[in-house]
T-cell receptor, first 112, second 115 residues
Framework: DVKVTQSSRYLVKRTGEKVFLECVQD?????MFWYRQDPGLGLRLIYF???????EKGDIPEGYSVSREKKERFSLILESASTNQTSMYLC???????????FGSGTQLSVL | KQEVTQIPAALSVPEGENLVLNCSFT??????LQWFRQDPGKGLTSLLL?????REQTSGRLNASLDKSSGRSTLYIAASQPGDSATYLC??????????????FGTGTLLAVQP
């Protein structure tokens, strides 16, 4: 079974802090994704990576950056956390082709 | 631009009832369509993945159908149980691409199965 692991289930940070959210997948997937999920807005794509060191902006990249130095690891970085970044963050991965998308268990981030 | 809509937003049924959840998408040139389940405060679990060449997929009490021509997919749950209570989301690839599985999500149907 595919396993996508997010390092923290819950995280509380202060406004202005630099925040790292980590995601690791164990199935040699080419593609990795970061989504955020907010009530009433659904899942929105923040960033997407299709290969090591390759990234593409999603629908809401402002205030975020990403890093993919190794194929299995995709990090989401909040350079200076703000209260409007309080949300559930979901990491996912996939192969190229028809295999579908696989999610981690999510990180609930609160920025105070 | 691909848009995915799910109706109803919420549904409450008594245990044992068969039910149908609906998903509509605007761009029918899709590569595949995926149904997920999400429990409160948790990540998404993949339920069924239907390829564009297929009309339906089954897993246990779940059956998902795909009608590209009408831009619709349905998730049928047979003999519902309280443990089926969760949010169900469908997702389709964006217009013009799908091989990377960069999906567009509906806002989900919140299902409550009453004992």
């Amino acid at each position: 079974d595919v396993k996508v692991t997010q390092s923290s289930r819950y995280l509380v940070k202060r406004t202005g802090e630099k925040v790292f959210l980590e995601c690791v997948q164990d199935m040699d997937h080419e593609n990795m994704f970061w989504y955020r999920q907010d009530p009433g807005l659904g899942l929105r794509l923040i960033y997407f990576s299709y290969d090591v060191k390759m990234k593409e902006k999603g629908d809401i990249p402002e205030g975020y950056s990403v890093s993919r130095e190794k194929k299995e690891r995709f990090s989401l970085i909040l350079e200076s956390a703000s209260t409007n970044q309080t949300s559930m963050y979901l990491c996912a991965s996939s192969l190229d082709g028809p295999g579908g998308l696989f999610f981690g268990s999510g990180t609930q981030l609160s920025v105070l | 631009k691909q848009e995915v809509t799910q109706i109803p937003a919420a549904l409450s049924v008594p245990e044992g009832e068969n039910l149908v959840l609906n998903c509509s998408f605007t761009d029918s040139a899709i590569y595949n369509l995926q149904w997920f389940r999400q429990d409160p405060g948790k990540g998404l679990t993949s339920l069924l993945l239907i390829q564009s060449s297929q009309r339906e997929q089954t897993s246990g009490r779940l059956n998902a159908s795909l009608d590209k021509s009408s831009g619709r997919s349905t998730l049928y749950i047979a003999a519902s149980q309280p443990g089926d209570s969760a949010t169900y989301l469908c997702a389709a690839p964006p217009s013009g691409g799908g091989a990377t599985n960069k999906l567009i999500f509906g806002t989900g149907t919140l299902l409550a199965v009453q004992p």
